[in-house]
C-alpha cells in the first residue's frame, strides 16, 4: 500500500477541525500547493496555558485518524457505533483553502479567443484552472481527496478561554466583546463554505469561585447568535472531558453529514451541467472530454457518499464509475502520464469497491470484484501493449495480492475467517458448485499469490526483448535489473508463513512448502543461518508425508549451508539422516564411520551430541520384548532386543560403539558394548550374560550390521521392583574420529519399532526360528509379588464405639521353613471425608512402622496397636500390612495384606423424659417486695429429668460415672440436687439392656421480667469401659458425649401435679397440686371425670362394711341419690365401678398468686387386683382464659395418657403394716 497515497486508500470520514489547542503558531494557508507533503500544520505540542488543554486535544484526536480499515464503518456497527470522525488539530491562524484560482493575467486573457467575452475563475483542482495539476485533460488526483481529507472540514471547533483574571466587570467586557469579535470573523469565514462553527468556551475558574461566568456565556451566546446545544459549548473546570467530547462530536454529527450530503447533491447538478469544449475559455484544444467529466463527477459522489458513510450507495456509484473508466483508456495515449494516472485511479475504485463489500459483510462479493479487476486490466494490458508477459505486469500483479493481503489482516475474523481452506469451498453457504476462486481466503493466501508473482517479476526483469512495456509504478528495465526482488520475495514468503501458522493450522503442508520456499530463497541468497531455520521449519512435514525426493535434494543443500556455517553439530546430525536408504543416493556422502574426516579445525576433545531418531529420517528400526507379559517379583525372565539397520548399501556395514536399554522404572538400564575381539559376520542372535555394575547391567557383544538384516540380542534381567515396567528407549552410541554422536530410539514410536520385527527368537533343534507375539505390549512386563506365606490374625472384630481408643491385638504366624525379617505397618481409611484417625503401636514408641525383627521359621509373634477412633459415626477400613524378606533373599521384598472392616457406631442411645415434680417448700408471699424493679418474686419449680439409655451391648458394656450439667440457661438458675449415688442403676429386669437415672433439679426465675418460657441445654457426659468375657472391667476407660438436649420450661403457666400418697389395697390416696406462679389470681373449676365406662354400679363387698360409710349412704351418693339431695354433691363418698372414693365431685378452686392449692381424694379399691389400674381423672378448668390445664404425674407411682386423660395408679399386692 506504500506506493499509493494515503488519501486514496484510507476510509473517509467527517472531517473535523480543532482549532486553540496547539502552541506553535502557523502561517495563513490561503491555497494548495500541488506536492505531497501538503498537509495542515499539526502541532504536537499542545497548549499547556489552556485549562485542560492537553487532555482535551488527547480527547479530541486520539483513535480519529481515519485508517485504512475502520471498524465503526461496519454494518453490524454502524448504528450502535458512537459518531466517528477524523480529527486534525490546527493553529488558531488556520485559514481554509481558496475556493477559486488566481484570476488570469490581462495579457492570458488577450490570447484567447475574441468569441470570449469574460474570464470565468475555476477551482485549484479543476481540470479548467491552468494552475491545477490535472489542466487539461486531466479526471482526479489525490491532491482533490486531500483537499477534503485534511483541509476542508465539515465542522470547525474553536476552543477559547474566557477572562477570568480579574474582578473589573468592564475588563471583563472588554474581553467579552473582543472574544465576540473573533467568534464573529469565524462564522464569516466557515459560513461562506457552509462549514459548521462550533465554539468551546473554557475556564480556569469554576462558577462557585467566579458566580458571572453562567451570564457572561449567555452573552456570548446571545450576541454571537450561536446555541447552546449545537454552536456555542461551556466546559467548567472539573468536567468529564471524554463524555464532553463524546457529546459534543455526537450533536455535531447530523450536521457533519449534511455538509457532504450537500456537496453530493452539488456534484449531481454540476454532471447535468458538464461544460462542452466550445465554451470553455481554455487556451489548448488538448481538453477533457465528456466521458471524462463524467467520471470525475461520479467520482466525487462516491466519495461523498462513503463520507456520509453510505457504503450500499458508495458501491453503486464506485461501480458507475470503474466501469466508465474502463472504456474511457481507449482515449488515453500509453505513453501520456495520465495512463498511469487513471491506472491508479482504477486500482484504487476497485479497491473501495472491495472494501465497501467488506464493510457490508460481503465476502465472496469482495473476492468477484477482485477477480473482476485482475481480469479487466490484464485485458487492458493485453489490448494496448500486445502482451502482458512483462516484469511490469507481474509488479502490479503481486503489488494487488499484497493489497489484498494486507487489508484482510485488519478485517475482523467474522468477515475473513483465518482458518477457512480450499478444502472447505464446496460446503456451506457457497454450495457444492461454487469456485473456490470465488471465496475469500485468508491473507496467507494473498501473500503467497503476491509472492508468485514476485518471482514472475523478477524472472522477467533481466527480459529486455518485450517491446513496449506498461511501467505503471515501476522502474525502467535498468533499474528494475538492480531492485531487490529476493527482500520483497522473502517478506511476502515470511509473511504468509506466519499467517498459515499463527490463523490455520490445518494447512500443515502449505506451511511446509512455504518454508520450503523460504529456505530455498535464503540459501541461493548465500544466508545460510536462515536458510537452515526455515530448513528445520519445513522438513518434519516432508518426512512425515514420505516424499523422499525433495527431502534429499533438501539434505543435501541443508549439509552445504551447515559446512559453510561450520555447524558441525547439525552437519553431523543432517549426515545421518543422509545415510538412510529411503533418501536418494548422495555419492558425496563417505561411509559411516569417515563422513566428518573433510571437516577442518578438528578440536582435541571429542565433541558429543545425542539426538532423538524422530528428529531425521529414521535408518534403524528396534523392538524390544519380554518373553512373558508377567512375572513373580524374585524370578528371572528372558528379553531380547531386535535392531535393523536400514542405511544405504553404498555405505557398508554400520559399527556401533555401545546399546543402551532404557527401562521406565524396576530395572536398571541395560548396556552393551562391541566386542572388538570377535570378528566375522554378526551372529543372527547373541546370547548375553549380564554382569551387576551397581548402576547398570553391562555385557558384550558383536555390535557391527549389515544393512536389511535383523540381529538378535537375548540377555535374562532379574526381577526385584514390583509394578509395572517396560522398555522405554535405546541409544546407540557412535563414535567417529572427532565426534561421539548418541541417537536416542523411542519404542514407543511406530516408526521406530517396526511390525515387521517383533518376533521373538528361539532355538529349535540348533536353529533358530521366530515367533509372533500374543500379548499386546510385549516391551512391557507385570511384575507380581511372590507367594507370601505368612498369617495375620486380627483378634477384635468389632463394632468400635465412638471417641474409643480401641486396642486390636494381632497374631502373626510364619509358615516359612527359614527366618524372615519382618515390620508391621498400619493403615486406617475413613469411608467418608473424615479425619484419618490416629494410629499407635501399644507399649512402643510412636512409629508407622513396627520392626519384628528376625522371625524363625513356623513361629508365632504377637503385637497391640490402638487406634483413636473418630467423633461421628463412620466406617474405617484398617489394612494391616506385614513386609518381609527371606534370609536367603535379604533383596526381594514379600508383602501381605489384612483388611478390617470396623465399623463405628455409638456405645449408647438415650431418650428423656422431662416432668415436673412437687417443689416441697413454701412459696414466697406475694405481699413482699423483694425487688425494686419488680414486685415479682423469685419463684422456684421443681423438675426431673429421667434418662433412659440403652446401650447396645449391655453385657460387654459398663457406665462407671457422669458427668450433667445444664448450660446456656436464660434467665433462670438452675440448681441440681444429687441424691443417692453417682451412678446409673440398670432395670430390674434381666431381659431389659437399659440403663435409668433420674435428675431432679430446682429452676428459678431470675429475670425481673415476666418471662413465659426459658430455654437451657443439658448435657450428660458418660465414663463407661468394656468388660472382658470373666466379666472383669478393662482399665481403659472412655468417654461419651450425648448430644445436647434442648430444654424448653414454661415460668408462669399454671400447672396441676398429681401424687399419689398410699396405694395399698384398701386405700389409694390421691393429692392434687395446683400451682399459680403468675401475679394473678386465678379461678378454675375441678370436676372428678366419672366416664362411660366408669358407670357407676352397687357391688357388695366385704371391704365396705371395714369402711365408716353404709350402704345406704353410698347409694345417696349415687347419681340418682344426688339428684334427691343436691347438697351432697359437694363432699361425702362416692362409687363407681371399681372405686368407691371420698372427695370434692365439683367444685370452684381460688389460687392466689404465687401460691399453690392442694386437693385430696380417698379411693376405697372395690372389685380390683394390684398393678397398674386406671383411676377417676381430674380435670381443671380455668374459667377466666376458658383453657382446660392438663394434669401432669409428679411421682413415679402414677402414669397418665395424655390422648386420652387416663389416670393409672400401680396398687400394691398387700397392705401395709398396721401399726
Known amino acids: ?91 488558531k491562524n488556520f485559514q481554509l483553502p481558496t475556493k477559486k484560482a488566481s484570476p488570469l493575467s490581462p495579457a492570458s486573457v488577450s490570447s484567447f479567443s475574441s468569441t470570449t467575452k469574460q474570464t470565468v475563475q475555476h477551482s485549484t483542482l479543476s481540470p479548467l484552472s491552468t494552475e491545477s495539476p490535472l489542466y487539461p485533460d486531466g479526471i482526479m488526483n489525490q491532491f482533490w481527496l486531500r483537499k477534503y481529507r485534511n483541509l476542508l472540514p465539515s465542522v470547525f471547533v474553536s476552543v477559547h478561554e474566557i477572562f477570568t483574571n480579574t474582578e473589573d466587570t468592564q475588563v471583563k467586557l472588554s474581553h467579552d466583546n473582543d472574544l465576540i469579535k473573533e467568534i464573529n470573523e469565524h462564522r464569516k469565514q466557515m459560513a461562506a463554505r457552509n462549514v459548521k462553527l462550533a465554539i468551546v468556551i473554557v475556564s480556569s475558574r469554576t462558577i462557585l469561585q467566579n458566580i458571572d461566568i453562567s451570564d457572561r456565556v449567555t452573552y456570548l451566546r446571545r450576541t454571537t447568535g450561536m446555541d447552546a446545544r449545537t454552536g456555542l459549548f461551556f466546559l467548567p473546570p472539573g468536567s468529564d472531558i471524554q463524555t464532553f467530547v463524546k457529546e459534543l462530536k455526537g450533536a455535531l454529527y447530523p450536521t457533519a453529514l449534511d455538509f457532504y450530503g450537500a456537496l453530493l447533491k452539488h456534484a449531481r447538478r454540476k454532471r447535468g451541467h458538464t461544460p462542452s469544449p466550445s465554451s470553455s475559455a481554455l487556451p489548448t484544444s488538448s481538453q477533457l472530454d465528456l466521458a471524462g467529466w463524467n467520471i470525475r463527477y461520479e467520482f466525487k459522489q462516491a466519495v461523498f457518499a462513503e463520507y456520509k458513510q453510505e457504503i450500499d450507495v458508495a458501491i453503486k456509484l464506485y461501480g458507475i464509475v470503474y466501469e466508465a473508466l474502463l472504456e474511457f483508456f481507449d482515449s488515453i495515449p500509453v505513453d501520456s502520464f495520465r495512463w498511469n494516472e487513471a491506472r491508479m485511479l482504477l486500482d484504487i475504485i476497485a ?96 501473500y503467497l499469490y503476491a509472492a508468485a508473482a514476485t518471482v514472475e517479476r523478477k524472472n522477467r526483469a533481466f527480459d529486455t526483448d518485450t517491446g513496449a512495456s506498461d511501467y505503471y509504478l515501476v522502474s525502467p528495465p535498468e533499474q528494475e535489473q538492480k531492485f531487490d526482488h529476493t527482500a520483497l520475495l522473502l517478506h511476502l514468503l515470511e509473511s504468509a508463513y506466519s499467517r498459515f501458522k499463527r490463523d490455520d493450522e490445518t494447512q500443515t503442508r502449505t506451511q511446509a512448502y512455504i518454508a520450503y520456499e523460504i529456505f530455498q530463497t535464503y540459501f541461493k541468497s548465500n544466508s545460510f543461518v536462515d536458510a537452515l531455520k526455515y530448513f528445520h521449519l519445513s522438513v518434519p512435514q516432508y518426512r512425515k508425508e514420505g516424499w523422499y525426493s525433495i527431502l534429499g535434494s533438501m539434505l543435501a543443500d541443508a549439509i552445504t549451508a551447515a559446512k559453510q556455517t561450520e555447524n558441525k553439530e547439525e552437519l553431523i546430525k543432517l549426515q545421518f539422516e543422509s545415510i538412510s536408504r529411503d533418501i536418494p543416493w548422495n555419492p558425496e556422502i563417505p561411509k559411516i564411520s569417515k563422513f566428518l574426516d573433510s571437516v577442518s579445525g578438528a578440536e582435541e576433545e571429542k565433541l558429543e551430541l545425542q539426538f532423538e531418531s524422530g528428529s531425521i529420517t529414521p535408518f534403524v528400526e528396534a523392538h524390544f520384548a519380554f518373553m512373558v507379559h508377567e512375572a513373580h517379583l524374585a524370578s528371572s525372565v528372558d528379553a531380547q532386543l531386535s535392531l535393523r539397520f536400514l542405511q544405504a548399501p553404498q555405505l557398508g556395514p554400520i559399527d556401533l560403539s555401545s546399546i543402551q536399554i532404557n527401562f521406565t522404572r524396576g530395572l536398571k538400564s541395560v548396556v552393551i558394548t ?95 526360528v521366530s515367533q509372533r507375539f500374543t500379548a499386546p505390549k510385549p516391551r512391557s512386563i507385570n511384575v507380581i509379588p511372590k507367594q507370601p506365606h505368612i498369617d495375620i490374625v486380627p483378634g477384635f472384630k468389632g463394632p468400635a464405639y ?21 515390620t508391621l505397618s498400619v493403615t486406617v481409611q475413613t469411608i467418608e471425608e473424615q479425619p484419618h484417625p490416629s494410629v499407635a503401636w501399644v507399649g512402643k514408641e510412636p512409629k508407622e512402622l513396627l520392626k519384628l525383627g528376625l522371625m524363625p521359621g513356623l513361629e508365632v509373634e504377637t503385637a497391640e496397636f490402638s487406634i483413636d477412633m473418630p467423633s461421628e459415626v463412620s466406617g ?61 418474686p423469685p419463684i422456684t419449680r421443681r423438675w426431673c429429668l429421667s434418662a433412659t439409655i440403652d446401650a447396645v451391648d449391655l453385657k460387654n458394656l459398663k457406665i462407671h460415672d457422669y458427668e450433667f450439667d445444664i448450660t446456656n440457661a436464660t434467665g433462670i438458675e438452675c440448681n441440681i440436687l444429687h441424691e443417692g449415688p453417682k451412678m446409673f442403676v440398670q432395670d430390674g429386669n434381666d431381659l431389659s439392656d437399659v440403663y435409668e437415672h433420674d435428675f431432679v433439679m430446682d429452676v428459678t426465675n431470675s429475670d425481673v421480667t415476666e418471662k413465659r418460657i426459658a430455654t437451657a441445654d443439658a448435657q450428660l457426659v458418660l465414663s463407661w469401659s468394656r468388660t472382658n468375657g470373666n466379666g472383669s472391667t478393662e482399665t481403659q476407660q472412655n468417654l461419651f458425649k450425648l448430644p445436647n438436649l434442648k430444654l424448653t420450661i414454661p415460668l408462669l403457666e399454671p400447672r396441676v401435679l398429681m401424687d399419689v400418697g398410699s396405694t395399698s389395697p384398701e386405700n389409694v390416696h390421691l393429692v392434687y397440686f395446683i400451682e399459680n ?89 372395690l372389685a380390683v387386683t394390684s398393678g397398674w389400674q386406671r383411676v377417676p381423672s381430674l380435670r381443671v378448668y380455668d374459667t377466666h382464659f376458658k383453657k382446660s390445664l392438663s394434669v401432669f404425674p409428679a411421682t413415679d407411682k402414677l402414669r397418665i395418657d395424655f390422648r386420652t386423660g387416663a389416670v393409672y395408679v400401680n396398687i400394691s399386692k398387700t397392705q401395709p403394716d398396721e401399726k
Not at 559376520?681 to 548375553?688: D, W, Y
Not at 486390636?808 to 525379617?821: G, V
Not at 372428678?1088 to 350402704?1111: A, T
Not at 372427695?1143 to 389460687?1151: D, F, M
Request: with cysteine; aromatic share 10%.
Open 674 to 768: 562391541n566386542d572388538l575381539e570377535t570378528t566375522g559376520a554378526t551372529p543372527r542372535v547373541q546370547h548375553l550374560k549380564l554382569t551387576d555394575d551397581g548402576n547398570l547391567n553391562i555385557s558384550k557383544a558383536r555390535l557391527v550390521f549389515e544393512t536389511d538384516r535383523v540381529c538378535t540380542l537375548q540377555f535374562s534381567l532379574a526381577l526385584k521392583t514390583l509394578g509395572f515396567t517396560e522398555a522405554s528407549s535405546v541409544i546407540l552410541t557412535f563414535v567417529g574420529n572427532s565426534f561421539v554422536a548418541k541417537v536416542a530410539l523411542d519404542l514407543a514410536d511406530e516408526t521406530v519399532s517396526s511390525e515387521a520385527i517383533a518376533i521373538w527368537m528361539k532355538e529349535v533343534k540348533g536353529r533358530h
Open 876 to 936: 474405617l477400613i484398617v489394612e494391616i500390612v506385614a513386609t518381609y524378606y527371606l534370609e536367603s533373599e535379604p533383596g526381594v521384598e514379600i508383602v501381605k495384606t489384612q483388611s478390617l472392616d470396623l465399623p463405628v457406631i455409638l456405645p449408647f442411645q438415650v431418650s428423656y423424659d422431662f416432668a415436673p415434680r412437687i417443689y416441697p417448700k413454701r412459696w414466697p408471699s406475694p405481699f413482699f417486695i423483694y425487688d425494686l424493679e419488680s414486685h415479682s
Open 351 to 446: 479497491f473501495k469497491i472491495l472494501k465497501c463489500n467488506l464493510y457490508q459483510n460481503q465476502p465472496i462479493m469482495a473476492q468477484k470484484v477482485f477477480n473482476v479487476h485482475m481480469e479487466s486490466v490484464t485485458a487492458l494490458v493485453q489490448k494496448r501493449f500486445s502482451t502482458h508477459d512483462t516484469y511490469c505486469y507481474y509488479a502490479w500483479r503481486a503489488r494487488q495480492y499484497h493489497m489484498l493481503g494486507q487489508l484482510l489482516d485488519m478485517v475482523p475474523e467474522d468477515i475473513s475467517p483465518r482458518n477457512s481452506s480450499f478444502a472447505s469451498v464446496g460446503t456451506g453457504i457457497v454450495g457444492s458448485d461454487f469456485p473456490s476462486a470465488n471465496v475469500l481466503h485468508h491473507s496467507g493466501f494473498q
Open 1 to 91: 500500500m506504500d506506493l499509493y497515497p494515503p488519501e486514496y486508500i484510507c476510509h473517509n470520514l467527517p472531517l473535523m477541525l480543532v482549532s486553540g489547542l496547539t502552541s506553535t503558531p502557523s502561517s495563513p494557508a490561503p491555497g494548495l500547493t500541488f506536492s505531497d507533503s501538503t498537509s495542515p500544520r499539526v502541532s504536537p505540542t499542545p497548549d499547556t496555558s489552556l485549562p485542560n488543554g492537553p487532555q482535551l486535544l488527547k480527547a479530541f484526536t486520539e483513535g480519529a485518524e481515519g485508517h485504512v480499515w475502520e471498524s465503526s464503518a461496519l454494518k453490524s456497527e454502524r448504528k450502535a457505533a458512537a459518531p466517528v470522525y477524523r480529527v486534525l488539530a490546527v493553529p
Open 802 to 822: 465412638v471417641d474409643e481408643q480401641v486396642v486390636i491385638p494381632l497374631t502373626i504366624t510364619n509358615r516359612e521353613q527359614e527366618n524372615i525379617d519382618v
Open 1077 to 1165: 406462679a403468675t401475679s394473678h389470681i386465678l379461678t378454675f373449676s375441678v370436676t372428678l371425670d366419672l366416664n362411660n365406662d366408669m358407670s357407676l354400679s352397687y357391688p357388695v363387698r366385704h371391704q365396705l362394711r371395714q369402711q365408716s360409710y353404709s350402704k345406704e349412704t353410698i347409694l345417696d351418693a349415687t347419681a340418682e341419690g344426688a339428684a334427691k339431695n343436691p347438697a351432697q354433691q359437694e363432699k361425702g363418698p362416692f362409687q363407681h365401678t371399681n372405686f368407691g372414693y371420698e372427695g370434692a365431685k365439683q367444685i370452684g378452686v381460688r389460687v392466689l398468686p404465687y401460691s399453690t392449692r392442694k386437693l385430696e381424694y380417698s379411693l376405697l379399691p
